[in-house]
């Protein structure tokens, strides 16, 4: 007769812990996927409602633009300090341009843009989404036969998704300024020295990649916000949780879309 | 008319609502009363499909709402107007666009013809040029009526509240309840009120239901719930604790 084997606690207790998580992600995966659906679904409300998107699209993307254009300036001055540290003594100082252009276009105007935007407006769609949650605004919102996911999310996702490339656009400018200020002001290069080979360098397809990443990064951002926001409860902790929840996970989804997109796209 | 059959509903392992059956008659002022966690609000919700039900149905005019597809739901949920339990007035919306959202989502009408609508709505419950104010400059009462105002702007066949006289004083409380009964007798709507204020109750209901611990224990007129020889029902319109004994008795 076999005898039942009893495993230590010990060693149940990660597997149990592994166990846990897992079924917490799918579950979260699943509700996501359901809510992504429906979205997706009502995509149509865009041009049925087109106040609640332009006004979005101000208060979402508009009224980001201030903050993303200190972080594109102070980047692009950055940028191009340390590029006129490294490079001297070893190459020419006319490759800062470029050097500043291709870096600023590719990697740091979308990247940085989206995780401000991942502080800024996916912490807020979370954050008021969840109040209007826990103070059953979305019940009342439903209860009039008014899709919440129509009202509520589409109009956000589109907004962020259209706005955050247009503010791309606009960071890559001003970091580029800032790089130009920075090099001809504070140090010894001169405007025909910095702009001198960007055409050169210049390939319309690193714009274009730099906007499309944006692009994705927006939406999700605006996607996780209001996942985040409809699925919050209890009360004010629990809105607060889902702020916290939103920036976080919509800057790591910001990071990783960001390396996934690198490998397609380049 | 509304049918309730046999509705269930447990939350994280925890039923709520052990079947609950009903039929709420069309016109009537149905009052559902019952302790805190009992289940009355949680029951409010699957009458409008705001929750389904794990199982059971809900039909509403003959139509299931329970479990419909969303479509079916919208349409069926056009027949209601709900007042919650916190007034839910949408925040960055000022008193007249709370008012008249249903109107601007669902109707044709132009913005003359909804302004002349949430005046006529906000006359009803007494707070007539407050269209411009924004929901935090509002009193609770204030807030509760407005909501009033929003549940009846599309002229619905039901409405329902949730606790309305729940953190309001005696006396705005009792304004409420008189504004529940003139909705009923001028709208002829169906009314279905879910509180734990026996005086409220007493007022405005044709009939109580009282839900304990998930299921109706008692359905009556106002006579035959004060004549009543349950003891959990006795002592909840006395406002007496319960006796454990006595409940796990029942059940």
């Known amino acids: ?56 699209c101000v208060r979402l993307g508009v009224e980001s633009l201030p903050l993303v254009l200190l972080v594109g300036l102070f980047t692009g001055a950055v940028s191009g300090w340390q590029l006129h540290y490294q490079l001297e003594g070893y190459m020419p100082f006319d490759m800062i341009g470029p050097g500043v252009f291709k870096s600023i276009v590719l990697e740091m105007g979308p990247v940085l843009t989206g995780l401000v935007i991942s502080g800024r407006v996916a912490a807020s769609i979370a954050a008021e989404l969840g109040t209007m949650k826990v103070t059953e605004q ?30 791309v656009t606009q960071v890559n400018f001003i970091a580029i300024m800032g790089a130009w200020f920075v090099t001809t002001v504070f140090l010894s290069l001169t405007s025909s020295q910095f702009f001198g080979l960007i055409p050169s360098f210049f390939d319309l397809y690193d714009v274009f990649s730099g906007l499309l990443k944006s692009l994705f990064f927006g939406m999700s951002s605006a996607m996780i916000g209001c996942y985040v926001g409809f699925d919050a ?34 | 008319m509304i049918i309730s059959r046999g509705i269930k509903k447990s939350f994280g392992g925890k039923q709520v609502l052990r079947g609950v059956d009903m039929q709420i008659d ?13 289940g009355k609000s949680v029951f409010l919700k699957h009458l409008v499909g705001l929750l389904d039900p794990d199982a059971g149905e809900i039909l509403v005019d003959g139509d299931r709402i329970s479990n419909a597809k969303r479509a079916d739901v919208y349409r069926i949920r056009m027949k209601f107007g709900v007042l919650f339990q916190s007034a839910a007035l949408f925040d960055s919306m000022s008193v007249e666009q709370n008012v008249g959202l249903g109107l601007v989502e669902h109707t044709k009408m132009t913005k003359g013809e909804i302004d002349k609508r949430v005046a006529e709505c906000l006359e009803m419950v007494s707070l007539s040029g407050i269209q411009k104010q924004m929901p935090s400059e509002l009193s609770g009462g204030m807030r509760k009526r407005v909501g009033l105002a929003r549940a009846i702007a599309m002229k619905p066949q039901y409405i329902l509240y949730d606790e309305p006289t729940t953190g309001l004083d005696p006396i705005t409380a009792d304004s409420i309840n008189d504004l529940i009964i003139q909705m009923q007798q001028e709208l002829k709507v169906t009314s279905i009120i879910v509180t734990h204020d026996m005086v409220s109750a007493f007022k405005i209901a044709d009939r109580l239901v009282m839900l304990h611990l998930g299921r109706v224990i ?34």
Not at chain 1, 29 to 35: A, C, N, P, S, W
Not at chain 2, 26 to 38: A, D, K, R, T
């Open chain 1, 138 to 167: 979305i019940d009342a919102l439903e209860s009039m036969a008014i899709s919440s996911t129509r009202y509520l999310a589409v109009p956000r996702i589109a907004a962020m998704t259209m706005m955050t490339p247009v503010l």
């Open chain 2, 26 to 38: 069309s016109g009537e002022s149905l009052v559902i009363i019952g302790q805190s966690g009992c």
């Open chain 1, 233 to 266: 409860s209890g009360g004010a902790e629990g809105v607060g949780s889902a702020t916290i929840k939103a920036f976080v996970w919509s800057s790591l989804t910001v990071l990783v879309l960001d390396f996934l997109l690198a490998m397609i796209l380049f």
């Open chain 1, 1 to 56: 007769m076999s005898r039942a084997v009893t495993i230590p606690a010990i060693l149940l207790a990660p597997v149990q812990l592994i166990g846990k998580l897992l079924l917490e992600f799918t579950s979260e995966l699943g509700r996501f996927g359901i809510l992504m659906g429906r979205i997706t679904k009502e995509l149509g409300a865009i041009f049925s409602r087109r106040e609640l998107f332009i006004r979005e």
């Open chain 2, 218 to 251: 008692f359905s009556g007129t106002e006579q035959e719930i004060k004549t009543q020889s349950i003891d959990i029902v006795r002592r909840f319109i006395a406002g007496e604790s319960e006796d454990k004994q006595v409940v796990t008795h029942y059940f």
